[in-house]
């Protein structure tokens, strides 16, 4: 009898054991698969031959943040659009949404220069864009 029993309670702390792994793994997974980096949106918005240059003036221009300020200037986020609030025209959550951000430097870097790759041969020579 005491052999039943402590395989019961062995099998029952496996269960419990596997429970808690299964509970945690729940938690942590579905916020690890839904971290995504101001890097991977633009991956996911600029296409393939144009993100090199794309990330080039970001990385650049803000390191990839999104609250950079350029403190002369006041220039503001990824793109360092001046003024900032000029990236409200893509979303009204511009000080802080990477994707707001990252449209609307895609959508800028096109008008103004006809697109990123073009944009980054502009700022190897001028050093801004």
Known sequence: MPVITTRMRKSAALLVSAAGIAVLGAAVAPS?????TPQSIAASIVPANQLASFDQIITHESGWNVTA???SSGA???AQALPGNKM????ADWQTNPTTQIKW???YMNARYGSPNQAWDYWQIHHNY
């Open 105 to 107: 430097a895609y959508d």
């Open 69 to 71: 300020t350029n403190p």
């Open 76 to 78: 503001y986020g990824l």
């Open 88 to 91: 409200a025209s893509a979303g």
């Open 32 to 36: 690890a698969a839904f971290a995504e």
